[in-house]
């Protein structure tokens, strides 16, 4: 028998659609349900690789964690990921299919539905429920025609709507009764009911703003969820989210860890377990400000427009700073397009990021990077030159050779050499992404910075906050009447 499903759809992005999809997966399983999660179409420079060698979102493979189930590319089947001169890259399936500006993939959707229903099909034959993440806003009229994000999915995979408004930004009541008022009447009918996400202080308070939403919208109200706190520990979907963690420091650690926020970003819940660590002050440094000193570490995050975002470093004085920490004695670290910016330089010879050109690099690391159009995809395993084990993915295109790459950061399982040492043991880079989150190989890490790990199992952490926040769910809103609404 085909799962029930139902889709969560917002009144704008960052409202907790991802989180809440995760949240609820790990309830009805909890509840001992099978739950696959679903996301028609995402754009988002944080991605993960398949145990198949497939690319997907990251909330996606976030959420399939939470409903306990591998993550497949059928469960995000089109990933956009933004590219700074050549619009973004068309993921489809987990495999990049081409590049294409917004006004020419506009023309490329309707063509992508038949695959997307498809996928659909298969994760429904799979499940007792699928639970059906839309993107952005539902109301967005203007991107209406060849929709397959949001209500143009719904309708043609007949699947119910839920509307989660965000009442932490303010403005959720003419948000989501404006909903009601904007979409195509037949789109209206889709939508069952709507929850309130993020409420702080006293439940009470609000009593009479979801009665007025209900009342002017005839939707079933679901729930008013309050602000989780602990969510702090899960990845962030997309830049505008990491924006927000600017000012989530940790001023009580004494190990100081600075990231540039590049532009093209990607990847960026790569630092999370340095956040949940008590010893550690991460910092993310927003352009217009300089890396901060003294400091211990400074880490080059991946990127998705690496030639573009080393410019931006540029502009922005960072490589200055960066030649300064490293005068200093600091460390530094390159992760995946950060890896090959600190190199002697960049060659694009097939515009995979616009015309071909070729950068001088950082050159702080002796080895040299030569974009290529084949995408490295693939989890690994394997030690440092310390025999510390390591765990991560790789998701790359370019090939990085030089006299450097003989003294390699990683070993691999399969025998292949990874990353980059410099002669003086300071400078490191890597293609690996997720390294911190072993929990042998960030112990590592801060140790050799004067810190302590206090975090023995990163991933138990999660699974304890996952069932935490399906508890959180359990209490404040109304699981059974949604799960009454799926169909």
């Not at 050779?401 to 890597?430: C, E, Q, Y």
Request: proline share 5%; with cysteine.
């Amino acid at each position: 028998m085909a799962a029930k499903a139902i889709m969560f759809q917002g009144t704008g992005s960052s409202v907790g659609k991802s989180l809440l999809v995760a949240g609820f997966a790990r309830a009805l399983k909890n509840r001992g349900h099978s739950v696959r999660p679903f996301k028609p179409q995402n754009m988002s420079n944080n991605a993960a690789v398949t145990a198949g060698g497939g690319e997907i979102g990251r909330a996606q493979a976030f959420q399939a964690r939470a409903a306990g189930v591998a993550a497949t590319v059928d469960m995000n089947p089109v990933l956009l990921k933004p590219q700074a001169e050549n619009g973004s890259q068309i993921i489809v399936r987990g495999e990049m299919r081409g590049t294409a500006k917004a006004r020419e993939y506009q023309t490329m959707k309707p063509a992508l539905l038949p695959e997307i229903l498809e996928s659909f099909s298969r994760l429904k034959n799979d499940a007792d429920y699928v639970l059906v993440e839309g993107a952005g806003s539902a109301a967005e009229i203007n991107l209406r025609e060849n929709d397959i994000a949001n209500m143009g999915f719904a309708r043609a995979a007949n699947v119910p709507v839920v509307v989660i408004g965000d009442i932490d930004r303010g403005g959720v009541i003419p948000s989501l009764v404006g909903i009601k008022s904007v979409v195509l009447p037949e789109d209206a009918d889709m939508i069952g009911g709507f929850l309130v996400n993020k409420m702080r202080g006293d439940l009470f308070l609000f009593d009479d703003g979801m009665r007025f939403i209900a009342d002017r919208t005839g939707w079933l109200p679901l729930g008013l969820v309050p602000y989780f706190d602990q969510a702090s520990v899960f990845p962030d979907e997309d830049g505008l989210d990491l924006r927000e963690r600017v000012n989530q420091r940790n001023h009580d650690g004494h190990v100081r860890i600075a990231v540039p926020m590049l532009p093209s970003i990607s990847n960026f819940d790569d630092f999370d377990p340095l956040r949940a660590e008590p010893d550690v002050d991460l910092i993310m440094v927003p352009r217009g400000e300089t890396l901060p000193a003294p400091c211990d570490l400074i880490i080059l995050p991946g990127s998705k427009s690496t030639i573009a975002d080393l410019d931006e470093f540029r502009k922005q004085g960072w490589d200055i700073d960066l030649l300064a920490h490293k005068r200093r004695g600091g460390l530094v670290l390159g992760i995946c397009g950060g890896y090959q910016m600190l190199g002697d330089r960049i060659a694009d010879p097939e515009g995979i990021e616009g015309e071909p050109h070729t950068v001088a690099g950082l050159g702080i690391l002796q080895v040299e990077t030569i974009l290529t159009p084949e995408k490295q995809l693939v989890e690994v395993t394997g030690t440092d030159a310390a025999g510390t084990s390591v765990r991560g993915f790789e998701m790359h295109v370019g090939d990085t050779s030089g006299d450097d790459t003989a003294r390699p950061a990683f070993t691999l399982a399969d025998g292949r050499h990874d990353g980059a040492i410099s002669k003086d043991g300071r400078v490191t880079g890597t293609y690996l992404h997720g390294l911190f989150g072993d929990d042998q190989q960030r112990a590592a890490w801060l140790s050799r910075l004067g810190g302590e790990s206090e975090i023995a199992n990163y991933d138990d952490r999660i699974e304890q906050t996952l069932d935490a926040f399906a508890a959180h769910l359990e209490e404040y809103s109304d699981i059974d009447a949604l799960m009454h609404l799926a169909k």
